[in-house]
């Protein structure tokens, strides 16, 4: 068991590109989850699979994210028409019915000049 | 909506001293979750201790223990003989029993004083 991964560690866009992120959670790990932090704040949820289902997602999720999980493996976040304002540290984490707590990855930084 | 609020944005503690962490929380729910979690600088967020809302008694894990005061709606976590290596942002955390999403406080620093 490697834990959550998340690919790349960094990405540096220029403003109006596309990113897309990704996550491989813990193996075997049926839930999903995506969260959003910003320097010296704690994260915010974005949205949840359960499997392949994407089963909420939050407001703060505009219309340029989406996010998929095909087959209830890994998960891909894509932001597109990236903005000064979406640079954060994307978390994925996952979780299984058996665990109360979710496992989190190291992040992935976006930065958009 | 639950809301998890923690009112120290920063705090200090000398090595081998004691610090308590405050954390509160709002739900109308009855059965879920509380978690505190440890952020190391640039590095993954960990668990630290979990409470189930059920549990009368309060959480230990070694050196960290929780104060579940459930009709105060407070989730205290109290670090004992403190290490350089606590040193970190520490998130409360909630979960309902009912749903899978985990909502975060906006976390507390803890600087540790050699």
């Known amino acids: 068991d490697t834990g959550v991964s998340q690919d790349p560690r960094h990405k540096i866009t220029k403003r109006g590109q596309n990113v897309t992120f990704r996550c491989d959670p813990i193996?075997?790990?049926?839930?999903l989850y995506w969260y959003r932090q910003t320097l010296g704040q704690g994260p915010e949820f974005l949205t949840y699979?359960?499997?392949?289902?994407?089963?909420?997602k939050s407001r703060l999720l505009s219309d340029r994210f989406s996010a998929e999980r095909p087959k209830g493996s890994f998960s891909t976040l894509e932001i597109q028409r990236t903005e000064q304002g979406d640079s954060a540290m994307y978390l994925c984490?996952?979780?299984?019915?058996?665990?109360?707590?979710?496992?989190f990855g190291q992040g992935t930084r976006l930065t958009v000049v | 909506a639950q809301t998890v609020t923690q009112s120290q944005p920063e705090m200090s503690v000398q090595e081998a001293e004691t610090v308590t962490l405050s954390c509160t929380y709002d739900?109308?729910?009855?059965?879920?979750?509380l978690f505190w979690y440890k952020q190391p600088p640039s590095r993954q967020m960990i668990l630290v201790i979990r409470?189930?809302?059920?549990?009368?008694q309060n959480a230990t894990e070694n050196r960290f223990s929780v104060n579940f005061q459930k009709a105060a709606k407070s989730f205290s976590l109290k670090i004992s003989d403190s290490q350089l290596g606590d040193a970190a942002m520490y998130f409360c955390?909630?979960?309902?029993?009912?749903?899978?999403?985990?909502?975060f406080g906006k976390g507390t620093r803890l600087h540790i004083l050699p």
């Open positions: 984490a996952s979780s299984s019915t058996q665990n109360t707590e979710a496992f």
């Open positions: 193996s075997e790990h049926n839930r």
């Open positions: 409470q189930e809302a059920y549990k009368q």
């Open positions: 739900t109308s729910e009855s059965d879920y979750y």
């Open positions: 699979f359960q499997n392949e289902a994407q089963l909420e």
């Open positions: 955390a909630y979960r309902s029993a009912g749903d899978d999403k985990i909502i």
